[in-house]
Antibody, heavy 123, light 110 residues
């Protein structure tokens, strides 16, 4: 079955660190761009970060310098290391695969989503 | 600062047609932004509807269509149904690895 399963969320104090995991099955993460998207309670979706198949990484300004996206090919898992957490980082965090078209080129769109993991930062 | 704009809310009658838009606070949206659209109901992960402006994702009914209308990306729902009542989000690719979500549109079917 092709799916993404996130884990690692929880309650953490402001200033603390947390590492989220996104285990993929049914496809190879290193052949795709993989992203993290978050949603604060009652708010809209916010793009957080992406790791390209060539390992280049990019971040939203709101998390740059604090969050790091990475992957482990042997475990087919993507990670989001979150440091210096703030109350405004409280959100549901979704892992998402960036799709490719029939020619193999990225569409910069998300075609598969996990169910998410909740991060709560207490101040 | 670049902001992706969407109507905060919209309503449509059952069986009616509605067009939601996705713009920029500065500039025009074109296919070069690879606009995509997502549907989300409360408590659920988003569902992909449209990518690359007008390509329907697998399993999405053809009453959902995407286009560029004027200087914005657009999602049109034809023959709206009760279960189309959801939040709809667009995403634009801004270049240099960065994607931006719009603020979302809450669609009511009544």
């Amino acid at each position: 079955e092709v799916q993404l399963v996130e884990s690692g969320g929880g309650l953490i104090q402001s200033g603390g660190s947390l590492r989220l995991s996104c285990a993929a099955s049914g496809f190879t993460i290193s052949s795709n761009y993989m992203s993290w998207v978050r949603q604060a309670p009652g708010k809209g979706l916010e793009w957080v970060s992406v790791i390209y198949s060539d390992s280049d990484t990019y971040y939203a300004d709101s998390v740059k310098g604090r969050f790091t996206i990475s992957r482990d090919k042997s475990k087919n898992t993507v990670y989001l290391q979150m440091n210096s957490l703030r109350a405004e980082d409280t959100a549901m965090y979704y892992c998402a695969r960036v799709s490719r078209n029939s020619d193999g080129f990225t569409t910069f769109a998300f075609d598969m989503w996990g169910q998410g993991t909740v991060v709560t930062v207490s101040s | 600062q670049t902001v992706v704009t969407q109507e905060p809310s919209f309503s449509v009658s059952p069986g009616g047609t509605v067009t939601l838009t996705c713009g920029l606070n500065s500039g025009s949206v074109s296919t070069a932004y690879y606009p995509s659209w997502y549907q989300q109901t409360p408590g659920q992960a988003p569902r992909t509807l449209i990518y690359s402006t007008n390509t329907r994702s697998s399993g999405v009914p053809d009453r959902f269509s995407g286009s560029i209308v004027g200087n914005k990306a657009a999602l049109t729902i034809t023959g709206a149904q009760a279960d189309d009542e959801s939040d709809y989000y667009c995403v634009l690719y801004m270049g240099s690895g960065i994607s931006l979500f719009g603020g979302g549109t809450k669609l009511t079917v009544l």
